[in-house]
């Protein structure tokens, strides 16, 4: 955008085009860019390079938020991941439990995928590589059954964070999604009786589309969800359905995947999020 | 939906007689709109509006007495033309087995398909052989043999510490010596720009020459199903596509956008997370979703 003369209806349609290829999404985009033609009134803004600059500091505001990654209270934390099927989530327990492992902290997991073939003994694999506990009861069992267990084991082994893995489902599965809120109601009553506190991660895929609106919607309200991991962005996709995401319904988004291994997740950093946007 | 969105825009000119160049700009404008909130690729919603504005100067619209249902008749046609037209069976060998190969994104669906697709296979009088040449998710192979066990359909593994070409060739010996005909192989999720892994594929293919390569998309892919859909085709010349997870709501024009780069059929979409969900493609149902 540096190398060009002046702004113009050109320049704004280049925008459009970056965004929208970005999967920032027609509504989203229009709206941005309808607010930063006024802006360019009000504030006089000539030269390009200055609109552009504006923009991403506009965009950092919007993304920003004082909680990028995942802090503990002094307390059992308890993490309950969910998302649609194969977005990352038991990868992203993997990753988060092994970052916690590494400060010191006392991490526990609990297999509440007791659908999907394979999947406890995919989380159980990731426990013996971090040497860390996963609660887990036979394939078909009730997630919610798992969910309480864990919580008293983390409870009575003192444990700082336990982190729950659910099964994938799609967020217009009404049974599952009543489903998943009867795991949270357990979640919320055992860690309430326990003085623990609760935090819901929702896994978006950063290859999804429009889509991605949706799922946060009603994932969030089916169990209020305190925070996005973004995965997969160490592909070609960019990700752009969080700034949908954080304009509609101001979600955080806390982390990021970066890879398959335990080591790649970064907090999420507005500024190199917008920068690769338009990279 | 877009049908209603362009009744209202092309309402305003009832009894007005023709359509101006202005109306039929608000027109595509609307089509524009829908295909890229379908997730369409926006190059190709570019080239595709392009072909709809060279039908909608024509007569059959500009001096219709429903401007807006014969733009709607065109872009399901023009989509309808995209979508389908090209036949999407699975390819059989004349010297079974029959190899079929599963690729694609993480978290894609590849497995659980291998699975669906053995079981269809199965019913229609097939011997499939399952193979487990993904060595690097944990417990994929395990994956793969519960979902063969549900099946009663054999697993071919030989753990996870061996090169998936190797596995691969196993799979054949394994077929010959125990009368299977067809066999589906399972690999593992990788990015296609991982030159490494991409470059594992294609030993793969050399080794066992697959007579199907199917790659294995999920329906919720944004803009980027473009880069995967071409890059994928490009490195391994792929002969159809899976689309899954479309019981869900996404619109799933990245469906739109992949046959466009690469002109291969859809030739079943997955439609539940069950054995039984998968089914053959319909492209007109597929037009009709991405319209809205
Ligand atoms: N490249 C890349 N792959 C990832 C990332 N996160 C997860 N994956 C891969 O995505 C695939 C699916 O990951 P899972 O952790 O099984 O996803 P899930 O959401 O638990 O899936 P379900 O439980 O089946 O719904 C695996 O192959 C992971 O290795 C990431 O950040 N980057
Ligand atoms: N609802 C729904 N879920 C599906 C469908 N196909 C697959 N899934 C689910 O999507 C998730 C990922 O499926 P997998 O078969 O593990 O995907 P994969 O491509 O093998 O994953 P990787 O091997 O990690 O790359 C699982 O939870 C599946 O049950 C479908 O058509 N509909
Ligand atoms: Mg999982
Ligand atoms: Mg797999």
Known sequence: ?279 | SLAEKLQDTLAKLRGKGKLSEDDVKAALKEVKMALLEADVNYKIVKDFVKKIEERAVGKEVMESLTPAQQVIKIVNEELQNLMGGTQSELNISSKPPTIIMMVGLQGSGKTTSAGKLARILSNKGKQPLLAAADVYRPAAIRQLQVLGERLDIPVFSMGDKKDPVDIAKGSLSYASSHNCDTIILDTAGRLHIDEEMMEELKLVKTAVEPDEILLVVDAMTGQDAVNVADNFDKKLNIDGIVLTKTDGDARGGAALSIKAVTGKPIKFVGTGEKLADLEQFHPDRMASRILG
């Open chain 1, 1 to 279: 955008f540096s190398g060009r003369s002046g702004i113009d209806d050109d320049l704004f349609e280049e925008l459009e085009e970056v965004l929208i290829q970005a999967d920032v999404g027609v509504k989203t985009t229009f709206a941005l860019i309808e607010n930063l033609k006024e802006d360019v009134e009000n504030e006089d803004i000539k030269e390009p390079e200055v609109l552009m600059d504006y923009f991403h500091k506009e965009l950092k505001k919007l993304l920003q938020d004082e909680e990028g990654g995942i802090g503990l209270d002094d307390k059992l934390n308890i993490i309950m991941v969910v998302g649609v099927n194969g977005a990352g989530k038991t990868t992203t327990i993997a990753k988060i439990a092994g970052r916690f492992k590494e400060q010191g902290k006392r991490v526990m997991l609990a297999a509440g995928d007791t659908f999907r073939a394979g999947a406890i003994e995919q989380l159980q694999i990731w426990g013996d590589r971090l040497g860390i506990n996963v609660i887990s009861q036979q394939e078909g069992s009730d997630a919610a059954a798992v969910a309480y267990d864990a919580v008293q084991a983390a409870k009575a082994r003192e444990m700082d964070l336990l982190i729950i893995d659910t099964a994938g489902r799609l967020h217009t599965q009404k049974n599952l999604m009543e489903e998943l809120k009867k795991v949270k109601r357990i979640i919320d009553a055992q860690a309430a009786e326990n003085n623990a506190s609760v935090e819901v991660l929702l896994v978006l895929d950063a290859t999804t589309g429009q889509n991605a609106i949706s799922q946060a919607k009603i994932f969030n309200d089916a169990v209020k969800v305190d925070g996005i991991v973004l995965t997969k962005l160490d592909g070609t996709a960019k990700g752009g359905i969080v700034v949908a995401v954080k304009n509609e319904l101001n979600i955080p988004i806390k982390l990021i995947g970066v890879g398959e291994a335990a080591e790649d997740l970064q907090d999420f950093n507005p500024e190199e999020f917008i920068k690769a946007l338009f990279s």
